[in-house]
């Protein structure tokens, strides 16, 4: 299946408008990838196909993990961008490791192994 094939299918499951998806993914720097199969895609485009799927509509809870690796620097500033109008919104759980939010979360865990 192609990237747009992929897209159009998570959309219409969303019941949203594949043109956002498009949009989106093209925001995160992977717009032109959109007639290539999507097995061809390399690590970072993959997530950014990915992250495109799995938050189509309008979630209340987004939870990532490790969202940000294998990403460059236009999909993280794109992934921040909607992560800071995800929480405005609803709730965001990210799972990082020296994510670029971390100064800016209302509320952090930290799960130190040491004790």
């Given at each position: 299946m192609s990237v747009d094939d992929h897209?159009?299918?998570a959309s219409r499951m969303a019941g949203t408008d594949p043109e956002q998806a498009r949009a989106r993914l093209t925001r995160y720097g992977a717009g032109h990838w959109l007639e290539h199969s999507a097995d061809a895609l390399s690590t970072g485009n993959a997530r950014k196909l990915w992250l495109t799927l799995c938050t189509l509509g309008d979630p209340d809870v987004v939870v990532l993990d490790e969202p940000f690796s294998g990403l460059d620097a236009q999909g993280t500033?794109?992934?921040t961008a909607?992560?800071?109008r995800w929480s405005?919104?609803?709730i965001v759980v990210l799972i990082a490791h020296g994510d670029p939010l971390a100064r800016q979360a209302r509320w952090t865990i930290d799960l130190d192994?040491?004790?």
């Open positions: 897209l159009i299918l500033a794109a992934l909607d992560i800071h405005s919104d609803g192994d040491a004790g």
